[in-house]
Antibody
Framework: QITLKESGPTLVKPTQTLTLICTFS??????????VGWIRQPPGKALEWLAH???????RYSPSLKSRLTITKDTSKNQVVLTMINMDPGDTATYYC???????????????WGRGTLVSVSS | SYVLTQPPSVSVAPGKTARITCGGN??????VHWYQQKPGQAPVLVIY???DRPSGIPERFSGSNSGNTATLTISRVDAGDEADYYC???????????FGGGTKLTVL
């Protein structure tokens, strides 16, 4: 059974750096054809893809946020870490991590999601 | 970058069929995935690869994709289907994930 859980601060100040951890179980990030991604959702707004990492160390970032994001994985701990620098009140959102999968290594989708963690940015 | 367009809202009476569209340039050449999100909950995958259903998703949920429009169809709608629905594709040219803006399904 695959599970994912996000953890991190609930409140950060403007200009600070946000570090979120996704701790997962039920799969290995060394298995070909899988990945873990981060998606956020501001209150009352749509889902926004942020970044994902594949089993093979390859990583992808949203073009609009690429300069502020870093995604890393620790396969020994079954964790994926997302770092976002220079936080702004506009980054207030629920942040989700999700299991990324594709049977063909193309047309990827998120088949299982964590419950999300709400991060507020305010001084 | 690739853009997906969804209607902000769709309304349907109980027992009827709801159709939620997702528009994109030549989206028929891609594979579309759909997520259901109820208030206060994480999204749940309901359709992948245009028309496949994950285990546990009722047969009332189906999908199609052709030309510039993909469609999520929910038959025999009931109050439990009231939710936000998002389409998603993987843009092969950039290896990026793209979500649509979401559609709020209201059951009258």
């Amino acid at each position: 059974q695959i599970t994912l859980k996000e953890s991190g601060p609930t409140l950060v100040k403007p200009t600070q750096t946000l570090t979120l951890i996704c701790t997962f179980s039920g799969f290995s990030l060394t298995t070909p054809g899988v990945g873990v991604g981060w998606i956020r959702q501001p209150p009352g707004k749509a889902l926004e893809w942020l970044a994902h990492t594949y089993w093979d160390e390859d990583k992808r970032y949203s073009p609009s946020l690429k300069s502020r994001l870093t995604i890393t994985k620790d396969t020994s701990k079954n964790q994926v870490v997302l770092t976002m620098i220079n936080m702004d009140p506009g980054d207030t959102a629920t942040y989700y991590c999700a299991h990324l999968y594709s049977s063909s290594w193309t047309y990827w989708y998120f088949d299982l999601w964590g419950r999300g963690t709400l991060v507020s940015v305010s001084s | 970058s690739y853009v997906l367009t969804q209607p902000p809202s769709v309304s349907v009476a109980p027992g009827k069929t709801a159709r939620i569209t997702c528009g994109g340039n030549n989206i028929g050449s891609k594979r579309v995935h759909w997520y259901q999100q109820k208030p206060g909950q994480a999204p749940v995958l309901v359709i992948y690869y245009d028309s496949d259903r994950p285990s546990g998703i009722p047969e009332r949920f189906s999908g199609s994709n052709s030309g510039n429009t993909a469609t999520l169809t929910i038959s025999r709608v009931d109050a439990g289907d009231e939710a936000d629905y998002y389409c998603q594709v993987w843009d092969s040219s950039s290896d990026h994930v793209v979500f649509g803006g979401g559609t709020k399904l209201t059951v009258l």
